[in-house]
């Protein structure tokens, strides 16, 4: 009989697959960007007048072939609200399993998301998550070509066409093809004359695909993490698509004040035994661990990954290190998937009805350090609030 039932299900499964590959969804909709050209626009990262930097997080925004309605109002809403100096989204900008291998369609969708994000005019840059280089259907290198077309996007190939416009002003990369990370950037945060670094920004990339466990940062990005915190002597917020394990043992340790001074959030599941996706390889992880104990310059560190938790805490690491954990909030609708993907109707419930946004993190040049999320109220207006501040 289960056998039965399992058949039943990867028969709609197939079908499903089929018709989004075909079918698409919705109309495809163009976005024109800024009109501006990559290279003509300074995108020197600087402290305002009253010396603060906001940086706001967009996850797991997961488009097919279209952007719909509900996901553009949300945000535009976010982003207008926040009003940041940072956009950073980490991870699983598509979702290309769903796409029957059609790689121009992927492409598309990869400068839709270029377009529209290149069109506020902010300065911006991602990394990859599990669903992005899903089934081959187009290679990680091929996507990030198109996004750093965008005139505002931080990062990118340097030995790309569209790379070779001072870099050296706006980032320092680290790319490993054969480790399949492609966007480890250090963001140096000027301050407002813009004479000195006072604070950066670190993308570390997400080296995993949908069917393969995800294994934690390689050698090589903790490499590349030691050597910016060597050279630039900063403090940072560290952003990636999937939780590092000290997110596992903030969780697992969550009513411990003596190890997790603050927790705030929703969880998804709170059942007892909820694993919130910890790396697969200890070594690895001890390995980042004791950089970070031994650095002790990385204020906090932001995934997504886990759609509908958003709980951030301060963890103390060590007798004299504390760090701020985050899960962003989920920002778009998405393809509304779960509608016909999932089976337990309280979790399609679940789904619809979560607050979409962003999450945000302050931080100023007297080291001041604060996140919060931003939500949509579900007034139908989608007017933006906030909730779960933690200062640190």
Not at 324 to 334: E, P
């Amino acid at each position: 009989m289960k056998r039965k039932v399992a058949l039943v299900l990867v028969t709609v499964l197939i079908i499903s697959l089929f018709v989004f590959s075909v079918m698409g969804c919705q109309s495809y909709r163009e976005f024109p960007g800024s009109g501006k050209e990559r290279g003509s626009v300074d995108l020197t990262l600087k402290f305002d007048e009253q010396g603060n930097f906001k940086i706001l997080q967009l996850t797991d925004i997961q488009f097919i072939d279209y952007i719909d309605d509900k996901s553009l109002a949300v945000l535009d809403a976010t982003i207008d609200f926040a009003k940041p100096d940072l956009i950073v989204v980490t991870g699983d900008q598509i979702s290309p399993e769903y796409l029957g291998g059609q790689s121009k369609k992927a492409r598309k969708i990869c400068r839709q998301i270029a377009g529209y994000l290149d069109g506020k005019e902010i300065p911006w840059t991602l990394c990859f998550g599990n669903h992005d280089g899903a089934m081959g259907v187009l290679s990680k290198k091929e996507m990030l070509e198109e996004y750093q077309k965008s005139a505002y996007f931080v990062g990118g190939l340097k030995e790309s066409n569209y790379g070779g416009l001072g870099e050296k002003e706006y980032f320092e990369s680290y790319s490993n093809f054969k480790e399949d990370t492609y966007c480890n950037y250090f963001l140096p945060i000027y301050s407002h004359a813009g004479d000195n670094v006072e604070y950066g920004v670190l993308i570390m990339d997400c080296a995993t695909s949908l069917m393969s466990p995800y294994k934690g940062f390689t050698q090589g990005q903790i490499g590349f993490y030691n050597e910016m915190s060597k050279k630039y002597g900063v403090n940072m917020s560290m952003y990636t698509h999937e939780p590092t394990q000290e997110f596992q043992t903030m969780y697992d340790n969550r009513n411990n004040t003596d190890i997790v001074r603050v927790f705030k959030g929703e969880i998804e599941s709170p059942e007892n035994g909820k694993v919130y996706y910890p790396t697969k390889n200890p070594e690895a992880n001890e390995s980042f661990r004791l950089s970070l104990i031994a650095n002790k310059n990385v204020d906090g560190i932001y995934a997504g990954h886990d759609h509908l938790s958003n709980f951030a805490g301060i963890y103390n690491i060590a007798d004299d290190y504390s760090i701020m954990l985050g899960y962003g909030r989920m920002s778009t609708y998405g393809f509304d998937e779960w509608k016909y993907f999932m089976t337990s109707a309280s979790k399609r419930k679940e789904y619809k009805n979560y607050p979409r946004g962003g999450r945000v993190v302050e931080v100023t040049n007297n080291g001041g350090y604060s996140t919060y999320d931003v939500l949509d109220s579900k007034d139908g207006k989608y007017t933006m609030t906030t909730r779960n501040e933690i200062i640190k």
